[in-house]
């Protein structure tokens, strides 16, 4: 595979389109993107030093990413994708995530067919203003603690967001006591086809949960109960809880 350092901003302007196919893509540099800018069968590695590396995906612009691994270096609390201001849906096929935190920032963002293992705070993170959808289709993520210098000294919830949905998903893994951040945190959320086991971190809604045909198996937070509501309901329908304490 073809070796591809950023180390000096690029720009993709609206009506352009940039693809980076079967490439180790190392981010030192931002990408501003007011076009297309897609990636394909590739690796990238972001956070490896401490430069501005972030992709900025403006108004006109739109990514995605297919069959790629994406690998964090180190903790930074601003979002490597940042596609806030843009109302396209942001894709990723097919990926593998590796200890990624303060991945992506989006109004729309998809995730189909996607490994996330140790996903670490801010993996998703809400826009301002609090809007949009995020999806999970057909993903498996493994929880778990991340290693010390990617930590980071606090622990924001992993996937945050105004809805969040998470279907025929597999979630499984459990943190130290010590440290055990909110696993989601939205306005609305819905599970469908769903399998959660071996989880100790917590599940929380603002206004309303909707729960069908999933699984939960060892289900038990190290504090408070497993669905954690703010000012909302839920509604749980053909779920089965084995060994779970704390709903």
């Known amino acids: 595979a073809q070796e591809i350092t950023i180390d000096s901003i690029v720009h993709i302007s609206e009506g352009q389109a940039q693809v980076y196919r079967n490439a180790i893509v190392h981010m030192g540099a931002r990408i501003l993107c007011e076009g297309e800018l897609r990636f394909e069968n590739c690796e990238i590695h972001y956070n490896e ?43 990723f096929t097919k990926c593998r995530f590796i200890n990624c ?21 801010g993996f998703l993170l809400p826009t301002v203003p609090f809007r949009g959808n995020n999806r999970f289709d057909t993903c498996q993520i493994e929880l778990g603690d991340l290693p010390s210098p990617i930590a980071g000294i606090k622990y924001d919830p992993i996937f945050k967001g105004r809805d969040i949905e998470l279907l025929r998903c597999r979630i499984r893994g459990l943190y130290s006591e ?70």
């Open 101 to 121: 935190c303060y991945y992506v920032q989006a109004n729309f963002s998809l995730f189909e067919t996607c490994q996330i293992i140790k996903p670490g705070s």
């Open 178 to 247: 010590s440290a055990v951040p909110e696993l989601i945190v939205s306005g609305t959320l819905l599970i469908k086809y769903c399998g959660f086991e071996n989880i100790n971190a917590n599940v929380c809604f603002y206004n309303d949960l909707r729960a069908e045909r999933s699984t939960f198996v060892k289900c038990n937070p190290i504090t408070g109960s497993f669905f954690h509501t703010v000012i909302g309901g839920g509604k749980i329908e053909d779920c089965r809880f084995d060994e779970c304490s704390s709903i």
């Open 49 to 91: 030093s401490a430069g501005a590396d972030e992709i900025k995906v403006e108004k006109t612009g739109s990514l995605s990413m297919q069959c790629c691994t994406v690998v964090c270096h180190g903790c930074d609390t601003h979002p490597f994708i940042d596609a806030s201001m843009s109302s396209v849906i942001v894709t």
